[in-house]
């Protein structure tokens, strides 16, 4: 069966390509986009998180089009630098390195993590990193500062393969708040979930084609 995250990948990726044709995203930001770690379901939900606030709903369309492709380009610049910067620290082994780590561990606690995404859905967190992190300086400040205006999720949030489910591209170089966040703290996070659901997989969708409706329209 196809999943929503299947569908928004494949419309995200057919719009991106008549983007990238007249220019309207630049070459590094398709390039990021076919990229089965970049983290599409992330965007969308962020997408979905500013629909729901006034600057948004009150913006007109061209406002929209162009805070949305700010997002998209700034989006794709970190994560190719995080991409070069996992590939040099892996040997040159890179995003499949990371995606097998997490999938088997023991990098990431396993048994309660379903890889929601959603304790990583957070504009900045505290930058406290183990003292002897290889973290560069600027990106510990990028995750406490934040990747500025209409972001809502982690700098280093990806997606697992293309799966919709969540990937951390420096877990194991992550900061002391995401090593706490454990099973009681996710139980906790599960719990308001049931009352305060992410997203709305109709939302989703809608969301998803307003996307794609968006980046390829002049
Ligand atoms: S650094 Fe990793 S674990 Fe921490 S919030 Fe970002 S994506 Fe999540």
């Not at 949030?157 to 708040?177: Q, T, V």
Request: glycine share 8%; aromatic share 10%; with cysteine.
């Amino acid at each position: 069966m196809v999943t929503n995250a299947e569908h928004a990948r494949k419309a995200i990726l057919r719009s991106a390509r008549r983007a990238r044709k007249v220019g309207r995203i630049t070459p590094a930001a398709a390039f990021a986009l076919r990229h089965r770690c970049f983290p599409i379901t992330y965007l969308i939900r962020n997408i979905l998180t500013l629909q729901r606030e006034d600057p948004w709903m009150h913006g007109s369309r061209r406002v929209q089009k162009n805070r949305l492709l700010r997002i998209l380009e700034e989006r794709a610049r970190i994560f190719l630098e995080v991409s070069k910067w996992i590939r040099e620290k892996s040997g040159g082994q890179g995003w499949r390195h990371q995606i097998e780590s997490a999938i088997e561990g023991p990098s990431l606690p396993s048994g309660y993590c379903s890889h929601c995404g959603g304790c990583c859905e957070i504009a900045s967190g505290f930058p406290d990193f183990p003292p002897d992190t290889a973290i560069p300086s600027r990106w510990q400040r990028l995750f406490g500062d934040g990747m500025g205006r209409g972001h809502r999720f982690c700098a280093f949030l990806w997606e697992l393969d293309a799966s919709g489910r969540s990937l951390c591209a420096i877990h194991p170089w992550r900061s002391n708040p995401c090593r706490v966040f454990e099973e009681e703290e996710c139980d906790y996070f599960m719990k308001d979930l049931k009352t305060n659901p992410l997203f709305d997989p109709k939302a989703f969708s809608v969301t998803c084609r307003r996307l794609s409706h968006l980046i390829n329209r002049g």
